[in-house]
């Protein structure tokens, strides 16, 4: 995941736009990954997951994206829309049992 | 219905008092867990139950003790607030299998305020 402390990084998308949010993980041998979407006063939400024998995964207009050779892994938003406004985050887990690891998460804001 | 549900949604206290928050889940899962979110939106796992049993417990003050009376339920029960314990806290579940971990949900948070 990424460092603890860093100020939260904020996507400005156009409603109707795609959206590309990227997260660079931390440990090469983490198997699963999960994006997450937190509400302003919720609870984080799953989007979508991927395992690491996959390079691109599709739900209802997203789309994760994952490069093990460098470590990343990215969502894309097809025609972002008001209701996509929200706090996104990767979670990676490594092969330890059970414990899923957070990035710091990237705030997104569409503008009408 | 919830299918992970907090108590209670915020928790305002003074310092030095000592505070539980409860958390229960309906989905059948067999691991629990408690995470803190600070002020940054940072994610950080504190502690993991595997059928009522401890199997994660990261740096966190003594103060703060998980409780499992049954692996649906985990309370989190935090002795002696400071002011830094401020934050909200998740508690979330999952059902492990071997190496995967399927269905990891979140709870709606608990906003504890210490002043």
Known sequence: GESVGLHLPTLSVQEGDNSIINCAYSNSASDYFIWYKQESGKGPQFIIDIRSNMDKRQGQRVTVLLNKTVKHLSLQIAA???????????AEKPPSWGKLQFGAGTQVVVTP | DTAVSQTPKYLV??????????????????TMYW????????????FSYNNK?????????????P??????????????????????????????????NYG????????????
């Open chain 1, 80 to 90: 972002t829309q008001p209701g996509d406004s929200a706090v996104y985050f990767c």
């Open chain 2, 13 to 30: 206290t003074q310092m030095g008092n000592d505070k539980s928050i409860k958390c229960e889940q309906n989905l059948g899962h067999d």
């Open chain 2, 35 to 46: 995470y803190k979110q600070d002020s940054k939106k940072f994610l950080k796992i504190m």
């Open chain 2, 53 to 65: 049993e401890l199997i994660i417990n990261e740096t966190v003050p003594n103060r703060f003790s």
């Open chain 2, 67 to 100: 409780k499992s009376p049954d692996k649906a339920h985990l309370n989190l029960h935090i002795n002696s607030l400071e002011l830094g314990d401020s934050a909200v806290y998740f508690c979330a579940s999952s059902q492990v299998r071997g190496r995967d």
């Open chain 2, 104 to 115: 990891y949900t979140f709870g709606s948070g608990t906003r504890l305020t210490v002043v």
